[in-house]
């Protein structure tokens, strides 16, 4: 439709380039925050399907840029706006360059940005790409302490390689078992057919994997999922955004009908943040091309809204 208008134009927001008007930080060496965004378009595609992603990041800063003037109006999923006292505590790093033929070097250079911010003390929230993307960012984090991952997903992602690869976005779940600093694992959302063959399935249960799938969730709700979040602990929320319900985020892949709410999303993030220590939260497998009316993308950059809102509060 042309001449379409948005919220933006009702409060004065201009053109921004950054996630909700934030802070840039194109700088990491320079970087004093409390979160940091970081897109990345690509790591390790299959060459298949090749990097099916990479638009990802632009479009959901893109959906939330007409808030941008509303920075410090009340977010109601807070009852207070997004950042406490008027104090943003987050930035935007911009989007890594990544080369599509050398896929090791997209993961070197995944792990050292990443380094990098949590050396300088920020969380890493990472916009992607596709579901290889967490696997550098899980390397990441080693010699930083223990940490559990709570994965949000409608596929399990524990094949040991699908077409010779090993570092593909079905397999990052196993290459995160594989990292002696990731102490557990926790699994929400499967559901429908995936990747996954009986194997994959008994290979994460021997591991000791807790599942919860979209069925679990559906019948008792989100209070058993944080119950195994250990008190006190680090955690990383790796979410697959196919792992909500694709009547709300339409443009991935991989659609399966009955996944997450928002509100089931959201109160998982914020139920972890009161119980346990945020270190890190990527968010992947958005299609811009198969949204609709910029839908998915808006859920999207709301739930990171949320991410930036409780590292804040943290």
Known sequence: MSDAKNIGEMFGSSEVKTFLGLPACANLDMLESKAAILGVPAATPYRS???YCTEAPAAIRAAIAPYAANLHHVDFDFGAPLFPD??????????LTYDETDF?????????????????????VIIGGDDSVPIPMFDALQGCGDYTILQIDAHIDWREEVQGERFGLSSNMRRASEMPHIKKIIQVGQRAVGSARE????????WGVDFYSARDLSNTGIQPVLDMIPEQGNVII???????????VPGVIGRAPGGLSYWQTVELIHGVSQKARLCAFNLVEFMPDRDVDQLGALVCARIIANVLGVVARA
């Open 49 to 51: 399907v090749g990097n």
């Open 86 to 95: 008027g104090k943003i505590s987050a930035v935007d790093c911009g989007d």
């Open 104 to 124: 090791a070097a997209n993961r070197a250079a995944i792990k050292a940005a990443v380094e990098k911010l949590v050396r300088k003390g920020a969380v890493p």
């Open 199 to 206: 194997v994959d399935l008994r290979d994460a249960q021997a």
């Open 238 to 248: 790796a979410l697959d955004i196919d792992g909500l319900d694709p009547s709300i």
